[in-house]
């Protein structure tokens, strides 16, 4: 009977301990599928958000392609300006800019942009399509119309130049463009000024300057030229709200946190009206060299010396042409503008011709310089800007409107501004406003986003690129993905601006 027992004890034992063995294999077992598994997610993820990155950055070389002139073969087009002469190609072009397929297959749809054929969701056989779209927004429009993207890049040209802009023009821009200034408008360029101005030791503004050292961590004011629009938050006064308005996440939209008062961040008014604050109007990068649309340096025309005047004037002008340049040249000062030609030229008709108005424009200069900084791009440049630089609204209004139905070939000089009968020539003749101005862009700002269809990663580049010739340099190259999507990608566009896709 005792033997029997402990045989029987023993059995008892051997099973719970093969079940105990099995239980924890079990769980061993669980948890290399498990650690495998979320080892597949983590290398999926790191691959999406890679292929992402890599897909925005397919189109920041496809912006530099086209900038620098990349022949299309296309023969219409051969003709045409190139490069970054040619603004049609990009201002707002959906055919370069819009949905463009990086990697991944497609069937049906060649354009594959979603609201065409939806491509199927990705599986083993059928990868995700990977995209890249550059996006801007879009200036004319309309405050309903809250979801008009243009597809193309933005020139700096386009904004004031917060380091050469007169304290005039940074108070007209504030009042226009700054919604809900706090503060007076008057102190804020009072104290951007001062940021930007050398002053001599000893002739510091002293309250300027305490105001600096009363800060918890105390700095001193540069007395220098900003190198990015963001230096101005080191500024007296400027606040997150005056740079970025209501527009959190930078992407000229009125979107839903951004119009619910306290509801969510950023603090707004909660008006139907997006506050855009003054980053998208300021460029710190703006400059063009003195040379005409065909890169040959224009002719200075104030030359104290005559004889060096009509020989730098060379074999293409006529005799009377000349002589109208001399003849402009005595009234007190000298020319003013290349205007000055017909202004104060003689009006017997022995002059330039009004035809010659774009060649004047672009051939003659009343500035010696060989870099002319912080001019703004009539072609580009939104009311805001426009007003700013002095045009009034109502010129502003006109020029943005008559300049869309313009051809880019038609608007490489000012002298569309009096062609269209924008502006009359002693309007446009004003120094101080013509000085200001240009109708070309060297620096531009591209948003690329690189994005793929049912997939949620995403990569959003902001990159400043400098021309110079063909040669181009990138000047500023920034993530912005944590401050989200922000653009209609997927295909939910309200509308496209320009109607030119399709
Ligand atoms: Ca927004
Ligand atoms: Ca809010
Ligand atoms: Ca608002």
């Not at 609201?115 to 599986?123: L, R």
């Not at 200034?181 to 510091?204: F, M, N, S």
């Not at 009034?392 to 569309?416: C, F, N, P, Y």
């Not at 580049?461 to 181009?472: A, N, P, S, Y």
Request: with cysteine; proline share 5%.
């Amino acid at each position: 009977m005792t033997c029997r027992r402990t045989h029987f004890e023993r059995r008892g034992i051997i099973l719970p301990l093969a079940l105990l063995v099995l239980g924890l294999l079990t769980v061993l077992a669980a948890q290399v599928v498990f650690r495998s598994n979320a080892d597949i997610a983590a290398v999926q993820a790191s691959d999406a958000a890679l292929k992402a990155r890599m897909a925005a950055e397919a189109g920041v070389q496809k912006v530099i392609a086209i900038l620098q002139g990349s022949p299309s073969g296309d023969s219409a087009q051969q003709a045409q300006p190139r490069g970054r002469m040619n603004m049609d190609a990009w201002y707002n072009n959906p055919d370069y800019y819009y949905g463009q397929i990086v990697s991944g297959a497609i069937s049906g749809s060649s354009s594959g942009v979603a609201g065409d054929t939806p491509p199927a969701k990705p599986s083993y056989n059928n990868p995700a399509t990977w995209r890249f779209s550059v996006v801007a927004s879009d200036p004319l429009a309309q405050a309903g119309d809250n979801k008009t993207v243009r597809y193309g890049i933005t020139d700096e040209a386009s904004k004031l130049n917060i380091n050469t802009a007169t304290s005039a023009q940074l108070l007209r821009l504030i009042g226009f463009a700054v919604r809900n200034q706090q503060g007076g408008a008057d102190d804020l360029v009072k104290a951007i000024l001062y940021w930007r101005t050398k002053v001599k030791e000893g002739e510091e503004d002293q309250s300027e300057e305490a105001y600096y050292q009363s800060l918890e961590h105390p700095y001193v004011p540069k007395h220098g030229p900003f190198d990015s629009v963001e230096e101005l938050l080191l500024v007296r006064g400027v606040t997150g709200s005056v740079l970025f308005g209501e527009d959190w996440n930078r992407n000229g939209m009125l979107d839903a946190n951004e119009n619910d008062s306290d509801g969510s961040f950023p603090p707004d008014n909660g008006d139907g009206q997006l506050d855009r604050g003054l980053y998208p109007f300021l460029t710190v990068w703006s400059s063009e060299p003195n040379t005409s649309n065909l890169n040959k340096p224009r002719k200075y025309v104030n030359d104290g010396k005559a004889v060096a005047l009509l020989n730098n004037l060379g074999p293409g002008y006529t005799d009377g042409e000349k002589a109208a340049i001399m003849v402009a040249k005595q009234k007190p000062g000298g020319l003013k503008t290349p205007l000055d030609v017909y202004l104060n030229g003689p009006d017997d008709g022995t002059g330039f011709a009004t035809d010659d108005l774009p060649r004047v424009l672009d051939e003659l200069s009343t500035d010696k310089g060989k870099t002319l900084t912080g001019r703004v791009n009539v072609n580009t440049a939104p009311v805001e800007v426009l007003v700013a630089v002095g045009f009034t609204e109502d010129e502003a209004h006109r020029i943005v409107g008559m300049r869309g139905s313009l051809a880019g070939q038609d608007k490489m000089t000012l002298a569309w501004l009096i062609q269209q009968g924008v502006v009359d020539m002693e309007r446009l003749g004003d120094a101080k406003l013509f000085n200001c101005l240009t109708t070309r862009s060297y620096q531009f700002r591209v948003e690329s986003i690189g994005f793929a269809d049912h997939v949620g990663t995403f990569c959003r580049l902001e990159v400043v690129i400098k021309m110079q010739g063909r040669t181009c340099q990138i000047a500023q190259w920034r993530d912005l993905s944590s401050l989200g999507l922000g653009w209609p990608v997927h295909g939910q566009e309200g509308s496209i601006a320009g109607n030119r896709h399709g």
